[in-house]
């Protein structure tokens, strides 16, 4: 199984950024997949997660409001879409899958988010 992060970048307070999971090795459908992300000197937190079929989306307190997710099965894809960003974004978010009926989660690398004031 392999997860491949992209879409961190360098932006302004208030811009947006669209963050991608592209998963391979692994069937998309029946999974649960999601974001983490580790702020510098703080402890990687739960951000938000999906179930395959959309119908149950976990939002962790730091991601209500301005960010969503979304998965394109076609695509084994999974985004996080980020709006009004805030220099308390800056992180790295990693993108994880795990089974709906249990076993290994997989971890991507991460992807670098840096919000300037």
């Known amino acids: 199984v392999q997860l491949v992060e992209s879409g961190g970048a360098l932006v302004q307070a208030g811009g947006s950024l669209r963050l991608s999971c592209a998963a391979s090795g692994m069937t998309f459908s029946g999974t649960v997949m999601g974001w983490y992300r580790q702020a510098p000197g703080k402890q990687r937190e739960f951000f938000i997660s999906t179930t395959s079929d959309g119908r149950r989306v976990n939002v962790g307190e730091s991601a209500k409001g301005r960010f969503s997710i979304f998965r394109d099965d076609a695509k084994n894809t999974m985004y996080l879409q980020m709006n009004s960003l805030k220099p308390d974004d800056t992180a790295v978010y990693y993108c994880?899958?795990?089974?709906?009926?249990?076993?290994?989660?997989?971890w991507g690398q991460g992807t670098q988010v840096t919000v300037s004031s």
């Open positions: 994880y899958a795990e089974s709906v009926v249990g076993g290994p989660r997989y």
